[in-house]
């Protein structure tokens, strides 16, 4: 462990995209001392108990970690550079037995993750984003979708087997090399 004194929980936070959980920082060497002066004199946020951040943190992340949610679904995989249909409505996941969460507008996918979720982000996994896709949005919308992040790598066939999706992942995976990303016909939904 780090010498306390030396953490600088504003370098800490920029590694973790702004925001994390006292918890961590704490781990990684910065006092409670440490943390409550720098957030007294404005340099981290309280965002809600055990998570702090950068004033200029994603807003997105903000507002995700001060609900206890993640991005997730046509949010994240937005984020991530995936094609989507669009959906300006924000996607969040909650775990299944949280309770409630409150969200003014958008989505709240009350699941348990096929993929543990990294307690230290409030981005799902994006193996755990199209897994929900495939259920929440129309099937031609989820099979682009999943076709557009196969194309880009960012998941492969191997990763994603014995998944209740297969028949989805099967039909990206026999259209691989088609361009543009297809749209096929189709009158049924994925869930």
Known sequence: ?????????RQA?????????????????????VLRSSVQRGDVIAVRRGWVALPDADP??????????????????????????????????????????????????WNEPVFPRDPDSREDSLENALILIA???PYESALATWESAMRQNLIAPASSSGLRFRPLLD???????????????????CG
């Open 13 to 33: 936070l920029t590694q973790r995209d702004g925001v994390a959980r006292t918890e961590t920082l704490r781990r990684l060497g910065a006092s409670r001392h």
């Open 60 to 109: 997105m992340l903000l507002a995700a970690a001060r609900r206890g949610v993640f991005l997730t679904c046509v949010t994240l995989a937005s984020r991530k550079g995936v094609w989507v249909l669009g959906d300006s409505q924000p996607h969040v996941a909650a775990p299944a037995r949280s309770g409630h969460v409150k969200v003014s507008r958008g989505t709240v996918h």
């Open 135 to 137: 259920g929440c949005q």
């Open 171 to 189: 039909v990206c995976s026999r259209m691989r090399g088609s361009s543009p990303i297809p749209v096929p016909r189709a009158s049924s939904r």
């Open 1 to 9: 462990m780090s010498d306390p004194r030396r953490v600088n929980p």
